[in-house]
Structure formats: structure tokens, C-alpha cells
T-cell receptor, first 118, second 116 residues
Framework: GAVVSQHPSRVICKSGTSVKIECRSL??????MFWYRQFPKQSLMLMAT?????????EQGVEKDKFLINHASLTLSTLTVTSAHPEDSSFYIC??????????????FGAGTRLSVL | AQTVTQSQPEMSVQEAETVTLSCTYD???????LFWYKQPPSRQMILVIR??????QNATENRFSVNFQKAAKSFSLKISDSQLGDAAMYFC?????????????FGKGTRLSVIA
């Protein structure tokens, strides 16, 4: 099946630094990718929808200047957490859907990134 | 806006037995998709089963089947012959068909334990 690769799987950074998370679709072109955040023992919360070649659409309450999303190609979307603070520590998951797979309308997920801000 | 409700935060089942996880949703749309995703301790989201709202027949994938009641807006997951590897968080999800960019809306999840 389709594979979505997400890197890094784990990152620890100092407060005030920026962290970039990459999400790649390995065997299909993803015009749309989604970024989720998951707190411990909670559900996935949609942060933003990333569309190739255009600006991301952010959910209400998500700071777009804090969480920069770039979807520069059909196989890569990046999430940059700028000036990270301890409250940004969380599990971030990306997901992708491709036109060729819309007949099944399945979203494939990356393995997630655990961000810890010290 | 659509909402998905999973009323069972935790469930347990004996190995080889059958368990049913509940899910209800609220929508004014008539055409949509419903999914069950599994999240094991590795936290990798894995698709278990999907259902298209226009199909009356309940979806089945090996030991997993759903009971889709469109009028009642109910979408339960039945796991037969439960195995230790079925232990995980299970999320019910909804997706509109109105466009290609609509995201999944998730329920809060049900943690399933399998007892040997």
C-alpha cells in the first residue's frame, strides 16, 4: 500500500529553537497533506491542511506563524515549529491523500514525530 | 460541523472472543465516508476498515466488520476472534465527500485491551 514517511521520529530541542518535520509520500503524489497534533491519550487534532503550491489552511486556534507549513512539491510537506517552547511538546503526525487514490479515499499516515522542548 | 462520538473510552476482551466498539456521528450530509483506524503502541495509524455511506452493505475485512446504520448515524466495529495484537487505540473517523481536501474528523478513541 501507499507509504508516508515522516522524519524525524523523535526530536529534543532547546526552548527558542526551531524544528523542522518532514513528511514524504514515497510511492504516490500527494496534492493534499494534513498535519495533526496528538496529546497523550487523546485523539488527533487537525492543525492544518497543506496543498501543493498554495498556502496551507490552518484550523482555528492554530498559529500559522508558529507552525509554518510548506508543501513545495507533490511528495514533500514540511512543518516547522518556530521558537519552540515546552508547551509545543507533543506528538505530530502527517497524513497524505493522492488523486490516484481518491477512489478509495484513504488517508495514509506517517509514523509521527515526538517533539520534546526543554 | 461534523462530530464523531466514541462513548467507550476503554474496552477489554478475552482472547478469541468478540468485541464491538461503538461510534456515532452527526452530519447533515448524505454522502460521506466512515473509517476505523487502529493506533498500536508504536503510534502508527493503521486503517482497519472503511465504509462508503451510499453503500448499504456493511464492510468486512477478515476478522473486522462494521454495523453501519445510516439513519441512526451509527458505525460500530466488531472484532471477531480477538488476538493479542488487536490491543490498541481505535479511532472512528468521518470524511465528507464534498471535496478532495476535506480532512478526517476523529472521535476521541477507544482503548482496547485483549486479555490472554
Amino acid at each position: 500500500g501507499a507509504v508516508v514517511s515522516q522524519h524525524p521520529s523523535r526530536v529534543i530541542c532547546k526552548s527558542g529553537t526551531s524544528v523542522k518535520i518532514e513528511c514524504r509520500s514515497l510511492d504516490f503524489q500527494a496534492t493534499t497533506m494534513f498535519w495533526y497534533r496528538q496529546f497523550p491519550k487523546q485523539s488527533l487534532m487537525l492543525m492544518a491542511t497543506s496543498n501543493e503550491g498554495s498556502k496551507a489552511t490552518y484550523e482555528q486556534g492554530v498559529e500559522k506563524d508558529k507552525f509554518l507549513i510548506n508543501h513545495a512539491s507533490l511528495t514533500l510537506s514540511t512543518l516547522t515549529v518556530t521558537s519552540a517552547h515546552p508547551e509545543d511538546s507533543s506528538f505530530y503526525i502527517c497524513s497524505a491523500r493522492a488523486p490516484g487514490l481518491t477512489a478509495k479515499n484513504i488517508q495514509y499516515f506517517g509514523a509521527g514525530t515526538r517533539l520534546s522542548v526543554l | 460541523a461534523q462530530t464523531v462520538t466514541q462513548s467507550q473510552p476503554e474496552m477489554s476482551v478475552q482472547e478469541a472472543e468478540t468485541v464491538t466498539l461503538s461510534c456515532t456521528y452527526d452530519t447533515s450530509e448524505s454522502d460521506y465516508y466512515l473509517f476505523w483506524y487502529k493506533q498500536p503502541p508504536s503510534r502508527q495509524m493503521i486503517l482497519v476498515i472503511r465504509q462508503e455511506a451510499y453503500k448499504q452493505q456493511n464492510a468486512t475485512e477478515n476478522r473486522f466488520s462494521v454495523n453501519f446504520q445510516k439513519a441512526a448515524k451509527s458505525f460500530s466495529l466488531k472484532i471477531s476472534d480477538s488476538q493479542l495484537g488487536d490491543a490498541a487505540m481505535y479511532f472512528c473517523a468521518y470524511r465528507s465527500r464534498r471535496s478532495g481536501n476535506t480532512p478526517l474528523v476523529f472521535g476521541k478513541g477507544t482503548r482496547l485491551s485483549v486479555i490472554a
